[in-house]
């Protein structure tokens, strides 16, 4: 079973603190992922790896920032956080192949509820 | 542009009676379509996918493209259907990377 831990699942900090989440995948997979999950705008994509060392923006990648050094840590890095990034952080990963069933489907870790005060 | 689009934000039915999930896409290419499903304090998990043509915990849903609609449905729901549920839309072209999720419907189900 493919197991995505995230290494915290509550964190509190204060604005203009660096804050760092962490990801951790099992299954050796490719592609990981970072979302932030807000009530009625469902999970919007940060920032996701599709190998080591590289990355690419998603849809909201300001005042974000991430390091793939290891192919299974994925860390998701606010530079300088605030009020308006408390939210739900989701990590995910999935395997790159297109197989004989379509694209691959991703697998999510328990959250991150981060409050910044 | 793509987009996924889940009208309801919540959709509240009784026990037994039948359920349906709207969702709609637009993407100009091929899409792949999936459901994904969080039960209270649970992770996100996939639901299913339209791909495979399968039948999960008695969800089905059909890809439209005329339509362009991919719809949840139960005939029967449960009251452990209770959850968040997500319509996502894979891009075929970049082999999956991107995937855009809708805001999600919770359904709730009386007993």
């Known amino acids: 079973d493919v197991k995505v831990t995230q290494s915290s699942r509550y964190l509190v900090k204060r604005t203009g603190e660096k804050v760092f989440l962490e990801c951790v995948q099992d299954m050796d997979h490719e592609n990981m992922f970072w979302y932030r999950q807000d009530p009625g705008l469902g999970l919007r994509l940060i920032y996701f790896s599709y190998d080591v060392k590289m990355k690419e923006k998603g849809d909201i990648p300001e005042g974000y920032s991430v390091s793939r050094e290891k192919k299974e840590r994925f860390s998701l890095i606010l530079e300088s956080a605030s009020t308006n990034q408390t939210s739900m952080y989701l990590c995910a990963s999935s395997f790159r192949e297109y197989s004989i069933v379509g694209n691959q489907p991703q697998h999510f870790g328990d959250g991150t509820r981060l409050s910044i005060l | 542009a793509q987009r996924v689009t889940q009208p309801e934000k919540l959709l509240s039915v009784f026990k037994g009676a039948p359920v349906e999930l709207k969702c709609n896409y637009s993407?100009?290419?091929?899409?792949?379509l999936f459901w994904y499903v969080q039960y209270s304090r649970q992770r996100l998990q996939l639901l299913l996918r339209?791909?495979s043509r399968e039948s999960i915990k008695g969800f089905t849903a059909d890809l439209n493209k005329g339509e362009t609609s991919f719809h949840l449905k139960k005939p029967f729901a449960q009251e452990e259907d209770s959850a968040m549920y997500y319509c996502a839309l894979s891009n075929t072209n970049t082999g999956g990377f991107k995937t855009i999720f809708g805001a999600g419907t919770r359904l709730f189900v009386k007993a």
């Open positions: 993407y100009s290419g091929s899409p792949e």
């Open positions: 339209h791909i």
